[in-house]
T-cell receptor
Framework: EAGVVQSPRYKIIEKKQPVAFWCNPISGHNTLYWYRQNLGQGPELLIRYENEEAVDDSQLPKDRFSAERLKGVDSTLKIQPAELGDSAVYLC????????????FGPGTRLTVL | DAKTTQPTSMDCAEGRAANLPCNHSTISGNEYVYWYRQIHSQGPQYIIHGLKNNETNEMASLIITEDRKSSTLILPHATLRDTAVYYCIVRALNTGFQKLVFGTGTRLLVSP
């Protein structure tokens, strides 16, 4: 069974540029999560989707971050414009149900903003 | 939400048991103990969880003290591939959505 797929794995951009990350969850998983992981820290939840609905985006910096999951399957996280402090690993995870604490994580996208 | 305390780092010799402690002295009766690990350049991976009984699966064993204020994750025969950051997370179930809150974890280094 394929795991959570993320692309790209690495991205280097200059500040003020836009950037997008893509995630394809495990087939059949209705719940999708985006996390951000700063160096030396654990992941922090940015947004959670139940099918195509964003049900928890309280930690998403809405002035520059946006996300979508149009057909309730794959998802895109965007930053526009990027700032130096956005350098981090962006992780996508999925789970079959909303209440599951057993989440399946992708390998992440490492973003470097210069 | 109960907070957890873990040592920053630990070392283990290959083939020996790795015992990773976690303190969660403010844990509530309906809160589970979950363990995840994160190997370098990978996303976190679920290992095991428990409420009050000891649990074992193909990856590890989880020992929870009788008062539930602490637990130990045991990797019975550590290999080099077990080198990772191990996160202990305490969270309730069946009380609405419960997000995973990761701390800084324990960095386990398994050496030959």
């Amino acid at each position: 069974e394929a795991g959570v797929v993320q692309s790209p794995r690495y991205k280097i951009i200059e500040k003020k540029q836009p950037v997008a990350f893509w995630c394809n969850p495990i087939s059949g998983h209705n719940t999708l999560y985006w996390y951000r992981q700063n160096l030396g820290q654990g992941p922090e939840l940015l947004i959670r989707y139940e099918n195509e609905e964003a049900v928890d985006d309280s930690q998403l910096p809405k002035d520059r971050f946006s996300a979508e999951r149009l057909k309730g399957v794959d998802s895109t996280l965007k930053i526009q414009p990027a700032e130096l402090g956005d350098s981090a690993v962006y992780l996508c995870a999925s789970s079959p149900l909303a209440g599951e604490l057993e989440q399946f994580f992708g390998p992440g996208t490492r973003l470097t903003v210069l | 939400d109960a907070k957890t305390t873990q040592p920053t780092s630990m070392d283990c010799a290959e083939g020996r048991a790795a015992n990773l402690p976690c303190n969660h002295s403010t844990i509530s009766g309906n809160e589970y103990v979950y363990w995840y690990r994160q190997i370098h350049s990978q996303g976190p991976q679920y290992i095991i969880h428990g409420l009050k009984n000891n649990e074992t699966n193909e990856m590890a064993s989880l020992i929870i003290t009788e008062d539930r204020k602490s637990s130990t994750l045991i990797l019975p025969h550590a290999t080099l591939r077990d080198t990772a950051v191990y996160y202990c997370i305490v969270r309730a179930l069946n009380t609405g959505f419960q997000k995973l809150v990761f701390g800084t974890g324990t960095r386990l280094l398994v050496s030959p």
